[in-house]
């Protein structure tokens, strides 16, 4: 089955949408997750079909607890997978602070960079180690994703090592455009280009107003 990023992303809203439902909702229409959502209700229901094989009955809907099992079956969100921050400056500290990832089956297991003042500290109870032990440690761990936010000169070379150490998959928060062997799966996060739509989007409005 292939699936567009697009798609797992709206799968993964729908999952975040049924955990945030009341405790007494145990069961729920693709109507109204469509609706509370501003999505098609066809849409729903084909994608919900292509991640769950529990199929919602007239009336009654899907029962919300085997939805989200299914959904965070279909993620991957119930299969841990072990990460490293490569870079920590301010960002790459945060997303080690941020508690919510482990909801997603993603631990972040320490942090490197090449800054001697923060190498052998601690950042959210996990190491902050030499840039140098970047290789070692990612193939004594089984580490399975990579998570880039170092500069963007500096971002290949880390995804090189990454991986050249047994990395499938790279989760790049650098504005640099990386290559990666066959296999290896490259998300970006780029903050600057969202918020240049945003600006955008702001400035539109405000023209169209004086206008």
């Known amino acids: 089955m292939n699936l567009t990023l697009t798609v797992f992303r709206r799968l993964s809203l729908y999952l975040h949408y049924l955990k945030q439902l009341p405790p007494e909702v145990t069961r729920i229409s693709a109507t109204t997750i469509a609706s509370d959502l501003g999505l098609g209700e066809v849409l ?5 079909s292509q991640a ?17 099992h299914a959904l965070e079956n279909f993620l991957g969100y119930n299969q841990l997978c ?16 941020y508690d919510g990832f482990t909801d997603y089956g993603l631990y972040i297991a320490a942090a490197f ?6 190498i052998g500290t601690q950042e959210a109870g996990r190491p902050i180690l030499s840039m140098e032990d970047l290789p070692v440690f990612c193939r004594q761990q089984t580490v399975d ?13 880390v995804c090189d090592r990454l991986c050249e150490n047994g990395v499938r998959a790279i989760w790049c928060f650098a504005p640099a455009a990386l290559s990666a062997p066959e296999g290896v799966l490259i998300q970006y996060e780029n903050m600057a280009a969202s918020l240049a739509m945003l600006s955008s989007h702001l400035k539109h409005i405000s023209e169209q107003q004086v206008i």
Not at 44 to 48: G, S, T
Not at 113 to 118: A, S, V
Request: charged share 20%; glycine share 14%; proline share 4%.
């Open 145 to 157: 994703i990579g998570i880039i936010t170092v500069p963007g000169i500096a971002a290949q070379s």
């Open 82 to 97: 072990r990460a490293v921050v490569a870079g920590a400056g301010k960002l790459g500290r945060a997303l080690m602070g």
């Open 52 to 68: 769950s094989a529990a199929a919602g009955r007239p009336k009654t809907g899907y029962v919300v607890a085997s939805l989200i």
């Open 113 to 118: 960079d090449i800054n001697e003042e923060i």
């Open 44 to 48: 729903v229901r084909k994608e919900l």
